[in-house]
Nanobody
Framework: QVQLVESGGGLVQAGGSLRLSCTAS????????MGWYRQAPGKQRDLVAT???????NYADSVKGRFSISRDNAKNTVFLQMNNLKPEDTAVYYC??????????????WGQGTQVTVSY
């Protein structure tokens, strides 16, 4: 069973920075596309950023130029560096892992989420 454990959330003032981390157990990390999603109260869960096993990154328009996703395959960890945070970035941030199993079926796992709160 794969487990994703997030850390790094917290309370920060607008304009500040936070760095989220997500460490995966098991052996699937290197072949997974890793991602960060977020969900604000009363809203759907939205994509923030993804990074493929080869290191290609993709970002939501709302975070381009402010957030940066990276991965350390040796530590089975994906990071989300968040700079110039805005109150509208307030949400629970979830780590996601997606990969194809050996039989070709897509598999997906989620972390438990970490709260990010940005005050005015």
């Amino acid at each position: 069973q794969v487990q994703l454990v997030e850390s790094g959330g917290g309370l920060v003032q607008a304009g500040g920075s936070l760095r989220l981390s997500c460490t995966a157990s098991g052996s699937i990390f290197r072949r997974s596309t890793m991602g960060w999603y977020r969900q604000a109260p009363g809203k759907q869960r939205d994509l923030v950023a993804t990074i493929t096993s080869g290191g290609s990154a993709n970002y939501a328009d709302s975070v381009k130029g402010r957030f940066s996703i990276s991965r350390d395959n040796a530590k089975n960890t994906v990071f989300l560096q968040m700079n110039n945070l805005k109150p509208e970035d307030t949400a629970v941030y979830y780590c996601n892992a997606r990969y194809l199993s050996s039989s070709g079926y897509p598999r997906e796992y989620w972390g438990q989420g970490t709260q990010v709160t940005v005050s005015y």
